[in-house]
């Protein structure tokens, strides 16, 4: 790739205008990376038209419309009686109607009067709404002189909500990308400029069409995903098949595994069992183990890689467990010590929190052989970390790295034996295209004794019954998360709702916390901790969707999720996960607003009727493509940004024939690799 476009398709967001570091790091949680790259690959999710229209009362409120206003007079704004009042500028229609135009940061007052100059006619569009018969557009979006209204697009472009994001700062941000590029672009080949200009479509679709999977730029844009991906599975498996990358397997020299099973304190299931054994087969073979696990949420992956890892132990070789955060590689560090502990081998962490002379020692360890498990984040493929004998690699959570930094940790030992594991549960029909390079492992059986978590659905109008019914749970010690959706238009009206649902709850119950993607890290880790604090005495947790990403709380029984109709399959699958983690019963509450579709109420009767998340992933397959819905990069099963399997079926056979065919990637498909790499810091 040439080295200018490489350079900014990796530019931060935090360098575009108008963006600092604070934006950045929205974008980061919401599209999953924070290079212009990552935003050119977040697709939007539709469109809205801008209804021209003569008068604002025959419009309907919540509609985007654009109109011609005369502007009569102006109410400054500012704190009366501790109250604080926008400005308000107020204008005629050509019906002879009201419409008040409302802003309410007052810095830009003179900006905006500059551009609304009493007297003047100006056009305006903006979201339209209405209190009693008032008609009000607040901070519209685009203010123009009447000769201008082509500078108006006659449809609105909306990308997935993403909380503390507003469509302005996605527009804004795409403007400035696509301003910037064509420059980038001069003296690239064909195959180049076509891509980007492919991506340049959907980002300013000219309708709704233009985002369907059959539209030509993006049926161009998923059979290059597909080939990317497909290509980076045949290179993979080329070299696990070719003869040169061959080893000896390891003889056994001591007696771990047996000491290790007598200190389980429970029986393996009979799909744990059945996954150690084929672990154990490929381990045995000359040829390096290329496996995923697949299991739900709970049930009981880390043990089966754990032995896994004891058996590499057993041969002298050592083990590199990779997690993708932090907090995930803690969590796991914290079970796997005291396990390895009374067998004797050396465990130890290694994060990009370890510097300096700690951090010398642990890799010392490692180099010398004596460490046996490290569990780590990226930094445990960091340039100057080196293994005595990596025999095995196992990589939690593997859809969130991507395949140069897979290689990247191979690299470290002779043809290490590599483990994957995925709570992502992917259909059957599927696994073959997605994971073409691996064998699959299923573990679709809980450990005895869990109970079933109990899910029901009701409408949100018994709202109060719901409260009354939580006080007897909740005074016997019942703790109880409480989701907020997302906003469809993923403004600041997000955590609005989560404050006013915390604010409400607050006057039935004594201790409710509440988490919101707004809050800076530190207090938002700081509100659950406290509420996944043994003992703790908050009874509820109102919260956005941030709790979907990894937290742990064993002793909390019951979820509600509100607007549950708005979330796809896959993101209520994963946020019932929270709950059922102890042997108590537990309880999934789906509330549900007015708008209930045909759809929305199957999704829900499909999580009433079924816990087994290779049923529901087959269900979702069958009811919808990817990426409808709650469009943020948690919601789906799988992370492709264009492809819809149900619609692009052809394309993957195309993209792997393609890709089978080549016998060492071209240049372009190797763009394509990087582009669509998935992982979170990829080399060049
Ligand atoms: P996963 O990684 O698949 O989410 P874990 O391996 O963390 O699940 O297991 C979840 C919990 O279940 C852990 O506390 C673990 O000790 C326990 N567990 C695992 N296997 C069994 C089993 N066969 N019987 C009882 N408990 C088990
Ligand atoms: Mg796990």
Request: glycine content about 8%.
């Amino acid at each position: 790739m040439k080295k200018d476009l490489f350079d900014f398709l990796n530019t931060d967001l935090q360098f575009v205008k108008g963006v600092g570091p604070k934006v950045a790091a929205r974008f980061d949680d919401v599209i999953g990376g924070r290079r212009v790259l990552d935003f050119l690959l977040h697709r939007p999710s539709g469109v809205r038209p801008r209804e021209l229209t003569d008068a604002a009362a025959d419009a309907t409120p919540g509609q985007t419309i654009t109109i011609e206003l005369l502007v009569k007079s102006v109410r400054p704004g500012g704190v009366f009686r501790g109250r604080r009042a926008p400005t308000q500028i107020i204008c005629n229609d050509h019906a002879g109607g009201v419409v008040v135009i409302q802003f309410f940061n007052s810095n830009f007052l003179e900006y905006w009067l500059k551009k609304l100059p009493v007297g003047a006619w100006r056009i305006v569009s903006g979201k339209l709404d209405r209190t009693g018969t008032r008609n009000i557009i607040n901070h519209p979006e685009f203010i123009e002189e009447p000769e201008n209204i082509s500078k108006i697009p006659s449809i609105q472009v909306i990308y997935p909500a993403g909380e503390g994001l507003t469509q302005k700062t996605f527009t804004a941000v795409r403007d400035q990308i696509f301003a910037a590029l064509p420059d980038k672009l001069i003296g690239t080949d064909d195959n180049t400029r076509e891509f980007f200009e492919a991506l340049h479509d959907i980002h300013f679709p000219r309708s709704a069409d233009d985002l369907q999977p059959n539209a030509t730029s993006m049926a161009k844009l998923a059979y290059y995903e597909l080939l990317a991906h497909q290509s980076a599975i045949a290179i993979s498996r080329r070299a696990r098949l070719d003869a040169r990358n061959r080893r000896t397997v390891r003889p056994k020299k001591y007696d771990l595994m047996d000491r290790f099973a007598a200190t389980l304190p429970f029986e393996l299931t009979g799909a744990q069992s059945r996954a150690l054994n084929e672990i154990y087969s490929d381990m045995a073979r000359d040829m390096p183990m290329m496996r995923l696990v697949q299991g739900d949420v709970g049930s009981g992956k880390t043990i089966v890689a754990l032995s896994a890892a004891v058996r590499m132990a057993e041969s002298g070789a050592q083990t590199a467990f990779l997690a993708p955060t932090d907090t995930l590689a803690q969590q796991h560090y914290a079970k796997l010590k005291p396990m390895c502990d009374k067998i004797g081998i050396v465990c130890d962490i290694l994060t990009g929190r370890d510097k300096g002379a700690a951090r010398r020692e642990k890799l010392i360890s490692l180099r010398s052989g004596r460490t046996r498990v490290v569990v780590g984040t990226h930094a445990l493929f960091s340039e100057d970390v080196e293994y005595k004998d990596l025999g095995l690699i196992i990589i939690d959570e593997q859809h969130r790295f991507g395949v140069s930094q897979r290689e990247a940790l191979r690299a470290k030992g002779a043809h290490p034996d590599m483990l994957a594991l995925s709570a992502t549960p992917i259909p059957r029909t599927l696994s073959m295209t997605m994971y073409g390079d691996m064998d699959v492992s299923i573990i679709n059986e809980k450990p005895a004794g869990r109970l079933p978590i109990k899910t029901s659905k009701i409408p949100m109008a018994r709202y109060n019954e719901l409260v009354s019914h939580l006080r007897p749970q909740i005074d016997a010690g019942a703790q109880v998360f409480w989701v907020c959706p997302l906003v469809e238009e993923g403004d600041e009206s997000n955590m609005t709702a989560a404050a006013t649902r915390h604010a409400d709850l607050q006057k039935y119950f004594e201790n409710v916390g509440l988490v919101h993607g707004q809050m800076d890290k530190k207090a938002r880790d700081a509100v659950m901790a406290e509420f996944a604090r043994d003992g703790s005495d908050m009874q509820i947790l109102v919260a956005t969707t941030v709790i979907e990403v990894g937290i742990d709380v064993p002793h909390a029984t019951i979820i509600v999720i509100e607007n549950a109709e708005r979330f796809g399959l896959a993101a209520l699958h994963q946020l019932r996960g929270r709950v059922g983690r102890g042997n108590k019963q537990s309880y999934c509450i789906l509330l549900f607003g007015r708008n209930l579709s045909e759809d929305g109420m199957r999704r829900l009767d499909v999580l009433c009727e079924t816990e087994d998340g290779f049923a529901i992933a087959e269900q979702d397959l069958m009811m919808r493509g990817v990426g409808e819905l709650m469009g943020t990069r948690q919601s789906g099963w799988i992370q492709y940004h264009f492809v819809d399997y149900r619609m692009h079926r052809d394309l993957f056979r195309l993209a792997s024939s393609a890709a089978m065919e080549m016998s060492a990637p071209d240049g372009w498909t190797r763009d394509l690799m990087y582009i669509f790499d998935r992982g979170d810091t990829i080399s060049a």
